[in-house]
C-alpha cells in the first residue's frame, strides 16, 4: 500500500484527461469470481464541437482477478475528464480501455448514462471478458436495450 500515489495524502485535481491515476492494489480473493461495482455520478466531460458541458452517471462493474482499482483514483481519474472535449461514446471506451489496462479484469462494463442535451439522453455501454467471460461478455452486450 505504501507505493499508492493517491490514497491518504493530499492531491491536486486534474482537469485535463490523466490516465497516470489509475492505481492498482491487490485483490486478496483471487481464487473467487465475484463482482465490484463502482458508479460516479459526478462524471463531466464538455462536446469536442461546442465546448457544452456534458454530464453523466459512469458505472462500472467488473470481475477482478489480481487487482483491484482503488477508488480515490478512480475518483481522480474520473475528476481528470473534466474539460476533456470528447464525446460520449469516446469517453465510455477510453475509461473501459483505461481500467483493462491497469487491472487485467476478467470482465468488466462501463456505462455512460448521460444527461438529457438537445432532447437526447446518450447512454454508451461496453464491455470485455477474457477467457471463460468471452461468453458473458457476448450475452450481456447482447441483452443492453
Known amino acids: 500500500m505504501n507505493e499508492l500515489k493517491s ?12 490516465p497516470e491515476f489509475l492505481e ?3 485483490n486478496k480473493n483471487p481464487n473467487r469470481n465475484y463482482f465490484v461495482k463502482l458508479t460516479s455520478d459526478e462524471f463531466t466531460c464538455v462536446c469536442p464541437i461546442t465546448g457544452q458541458p456534458d ?3 459512469i458505472k462500472i462493474r467488473y470481475i477482478p482477478d489480481k487487482k483491484l482499482v482503488e ?15 470528447i464525446f460520449h461514446e ?9 481500467l483493462i489496462k491497469i487491472l487485467e479484469p476478467r470482465y468488466l462494463e462501463v456505462e455512460g448514462i ?6 437526447i439522453s446518450i447512454v454508451p455501454f461496453v464491455n470485455y471478458g477474457r477467457g471463460e467471460f468471452e461468453t458473458l461478455a457476448q ?5 443492453k436495450d
Request: net charge positive.
Open 7 to 18: 490514497l491518504g495524502k493530499k492531491v491536486d485535481y486534474a482537469f485535463e484527461y490523466k
Open 24 to 26: 492498482a492494489i491487490e
Open 55 to 57: 454530464f453523466a452517471t
Open 71 to 85: 477508488s480515490k483514483s478512480l475518483k481522480l481519474y474520473l475528476t481528470s475528464f473534466r474539460n476533456a472535449g
Open 90 to 98: 469516446e469517453a465510455v471506451n477510453k475509461i473501459a480501455d483505461d
Open 114 to 119: 448521460f444527461s438529457v442535451r438537445g432532447g
Open 139 to 143: 450475452q450481456r452486450l447482447a441483452a
